[in-house]
């Protein structure tokens, strides 16, 4: 209200609310400690300990000394079934962001474009809601599904299709990759609903009006226009999976390991020093990612949103 | 208007498509449900039953029973200290008691955005070797906050960012002090950030497997019950749990949807929007 009636004139605020003194600056810096802590105390020195833990080494009795070497890194990068999990990961996380980018794009165009907005805005929360029940729950249900004796098994036995149940999807990377899809894609839906939901379609007409082909119009008027949303979903699910330990582990099998399975076991049997190597590899690597990207980084928005 | 004759195919395609996302989506949920009914002790198709069995098995299990308990606790403790935490940093963060807030932003964002794995990892180098702390509910709340809190301050920063502060010098300029400012001003304002900023801790919490699971204790949390359960063999009372946590989210979130939009037909709100 106020904002009307000031018009021209620069708000300025009162007096009242400014005050100063001595230790003004430490006084409204203080709510920000327990925060600060956290952020610091139980998350960046954790991993600061975790990278001088990978440059050391551990003795007989498995207890980390501190032999600086960069031992740990040779070791993984020398190790052809480690480096082979590093780019099945890779592999994994392109081809499961790809796969939620082009589902996840044709049911936002089609929601944006073909559907009211408040059939769409209803359609995405049926499309999220999934996103909030329980992940692990959601995977373990996904093995009664995909496994041998699972329901697809028995549905495409009952049609006839095949005779004997197929190992085709369970206990391998197939598993691995429908899960994934299964969970990342509300996430993808999400952010590209909200960038199309802002584009006028009507500019699609206007350039074929011009004469360019729908393919064209598409790649040079739609394309250039929702590339943020497009490049939020793709850091939104390939960083995500460059951690995933839980779906390889229930559906994917012993040949379906991702790179973050190698970090858990390695401490699971107690090699800190080389499971923390690979460990930061990982981090450093989304660290990267992050700081390239990181204009896109409204994770408050993806979270709040539908 | 140059309207291909592929429109009206393409459009059914979309649409069947979209249906065919539905359902993707919501298979597995659906079999996770009719299989708590199953009376086989291997679930499968065809359903047998219905029977309310595992049900009752699901509540004369101790352990599982003291897994809930923990992970209610755990997720009540983490949403009213994340939700005061974060709170907190964010009027800081956004009311300018900081030398850096765009790095302090997109510092917040790293807890969110790196793989939970590393999170847990390095905690349980961090309590083990370097704290000697024992393991226990104690750790997993910490490890837990360094997710929600983060999720809390962008939320509630968000909405402080669109706030328009001519309503608090009004309300200083009609003689409030700063804390009535805060309490009768600010806080109705932005209560709809806080609330979505603690519904998605509690959600998460429940939730948290991945950090939790290299910060548990000997005191599991559900989801690290139900992952020992059925990694070890078929249990098929976890349908059971997962039909009522399940019916429990959903509840939350109506309830969360519902309330939140209810705030949102508040005036002041668009107004603090609109400035």
């Known amino acids: ?306 | 208007m140059p309207v291909s004759r592929y429109a009206r195919p393409t459009r059914w395609v979309l649409r069947l498509w979209f249906w065919a996302l539905l359902v993707f989506l919501y298979v597995p949920i659906v079999f996770m449900i009719a299989f708590s009914f199953d009376e086989s002790a291997t679930p499968g198709l065809p359903i047998q039953g219905p029977t309310l069995h595992w049900y009752d098995v699901m509540l004369h299990n101790r352990q599982l029973l003291r897994a809930v308990g923990n992970t209610v606790t755990v997720a009540a403790i983490v949403a009213i200290l994340a939700t005061i935490i974060g709170t907190m940093a964010a009027f800081v963060l956004v009311r300018g008691g900081l030398r850096r807030p765009n790095a302090t932003r997109i510092a917040f964002t790293l807890p969110i955005m790196i793989p939970g794995v590393l999170i847990g990892v390095s905690l349980l180098i961090f309590f083990a070797r370097a704290t000697d702390l024992p393991l226990s509910l104690g750790t997993v709340i910490a490890g837990q906050l360094v997710v929600t809190v983060p999720f809390v301050v962008l939320i509630v920063a968000s909405r402080l960012q669109g706030f328009d502060r001519s309503l608090e010098w009004a309300a200083a300029d009609l003689g409030a002090s700063p804390r009535q400012a805060v309490r009768h001003i600010i806080l109705p304002l932005i209560a709809p950030a806080i609330l979505a900023g603690a519904l998605i801790s509690v959600t998460l919490s429940i939730d948290e497997f991945v950090i939790t699971w290299f910060t548990v204790g000997s005191q599991p949390t559900l989801p690290t019950y139900i992952y020992t359960k059925v990694k070890f063999g078929v249990t098929p009372e976890v349908n059971a749990v997962a039909t009522v946590m399940l019916v429990a989210t959903l509840l939350i979130f109506g309830i969360a949807s519902f309330v939140l939009g209810r705030w949102r037909r508040l005036p002041g709100r668009r107004r603090a929007k609109a400035a």
């Open chain 1, 1 to 306: 209200m106020s904002t009307e009636i000031a018009g021209g004139t620069a708000l300025v605020p009162p007096a009242a609310l400014d005050t100063e003194g001595g230790g003004r600056r430490l006084r409204r810096f203080a709510p920000f400690l327990p925060a600060a802590f956290i952020l610091i105390g139980l998350f960046f020195v954790p991993l600061a300990i975790m990278f001088v833990f990978s440059l050391w080494d551990t003795n007989e009795n498995l207890d980390v000394v501190p032999r600086w070497s960069l031992d740990n890194y040779i070791n993984f990068f020398s190790n052809t079934t480690y480096v082979r999990s590093l780019g099945k990961t890779m592999i994994m996380g392109a081809a499961v962001t790809v796969a939620c980018l082009v589902t996840a794009f044709a049911v936002a165009y089609f929601l944006a474009r073909y559907v009211s907005r408040r059939w769409a805005r209803l359609a995405l929360l049926f499309i999220i809601v999934p996103f909030w029940t329980s992940y692990l729950l959601r995977v373990y249900s996904w093995q009664a599904i995909l496994g041998e004796k699972g329901a697809l098994n028995q549905l495409l036995m009952g049609l006839g299709l095949i005779s004997e149940p197929s190992r085709l999807f369970v206990y391998n990377d197939m598993g691995t990759f429908i899960v994934l899809v299964y969970v990342y894609v509300p996430f993808a839906a999400l952010v590209l609903y909200a960038s199309l939901e802002r584009f006028d379609f009507t500019q699609l007409t206007a350039a074929q009006d011009l004469g360019a082909s729908p393919a064209r119009a598409f790649r040079h008027v739609l394309l250039p226009q929702i590339r943020p949303g497009l490049i939020t979903a793709c850091i939104f699910v390939f960083i995500p999976i460059l951690g995933e330990f839980l779906t390889p582990s229930m559906v994917g099998g012993a040949s379906g390991l991702l790179i973050a399975n190698l970090v858990a076991n390695f401490f699971k049997n107690a090699l800190i020093p080389e499971g923390a190597a690979v460990g930061f590899l990982i981090a450093a690597f989304v660290l990267v990612l992050l700081i390239i990207f990181r204009k896109y980084l409204r994770v408050e928005d993806v979270y709040t949103r539908g």
